[in-house]
């Protein structure tokens, strides 16, 4: 049976938690995930958590084969709120689909005192945008999370996310260091739906021996979550799906 939590509502142990499990990621971040597993939703979401737990922070979009949902859609938002967004070299509204990422992220790769996150594309082969990046990403210097959503066809099993972890892995040339549960359906999203992904993620982890990093889920949902999961849990705001999408 399902444990309850004590507390229905999202309180400052919880934003603790949080903080210091961010705290506690390296500082280049390269978060992963399939098509629809809603990577770039928790990206913006991670390094506006980041920006909030006072650290100084860029976030670049490397996505460079989905032409829809990108992090860079919202720079002047995320900008609004001390984040250095970086995105293709004609610009953050520049609409593309051909690898043309801006020498301008080599910057806060080599700043030590800038923590960075890299949305990457959804498949091994928008993975390659991040490959020319490979020698930053040092044994230990780094986290590489893979977002899993077990509603999507290609991730609903143990093989199926292992299929993706290792085609990333080979392209980047660099190893998946955690795992996400963001297991959704959207603004329909309910705590079941959450459990049941973590179940897959929990076997995911069992398997490789990655640990589970992070839960997240919309804000309702996330302050129903017993709070004995395996992750840190981080709420959701849907910032790259308007109201009526």
């Known amino acids: 049976m399902e444990k309850k939590s004590q507390s229905n509502t999202f309180n400052v142990k919880d934003v603790t938690e949080l903080q210091n499990a961010l ?24 390094a506006l958590a980041m920006s909030q737990a006072g650290l100084k922070t860029s976030l670049a979009d490397l996505d460079i084969v989905n ?15 001390g984040i250095h967004v970086i995105s293709s070299s004609r610009g953050h509204n520049a609409n593309i689909d051909i690898p043309m990422i801006s020498a301008e992220i ?9 923590h960075v996150v890299l949305d990457v594309g959804g498949d091994a082969i928008g993975a ?8 930053h990403l040092k044994p230990g210097q780094y986290d590489m999370y893979c ?5 999507r066809e290609q991730t609903k099993d143990l093989q199926g996310v292992m299929d ?3 085609g990333i892995e080979a392209t980047i040339g660099a190893k998946v260091t955690g795992l996400i549960n963001n297991t959704h359906m959207l603004r329909e999203t309910t705590v079941q739906d959450v459990m049941y992904g973590q179940e897959l993620v929990m076997e995911v ?14 804000a309702t949902v996330a302050e129903q979550l017993p709070k004995s999961l395996a992750g840190t849990i981080i709420p959701l705001e849907l910032y790259m799906r308007e109201a009526w999408m």
């Open 23 to 46: 705290l506690a990621d390296h500082r280049i971040r390269v978060i992963i995930g399939h098509y629809g597993s809603g990577k770039t939703e928790f990206s913006v979401n991670y």
């Open 67 to 81: 032409p829809y949902f990108r992090s860079r859609e919202k720079a002047e938002m995320l900008e609004k709120h």
């Open 106 to 114: 080599f910057a806060p790769l080599e700043n030590l005192s800038t």
């Open 128 to 135: 390659r945008a991040v490959a020319q990046f490979r020698h």
């Open 147 to 151: 977002v899993i959503n077990r509603n």
């Open 164 to 166: 993706h972890i290792r």
């Open 205 to 218: 982890s069992a398997f490789t021996g990655l640990p589970i990093r992070y839960v997240s889920a919309i």
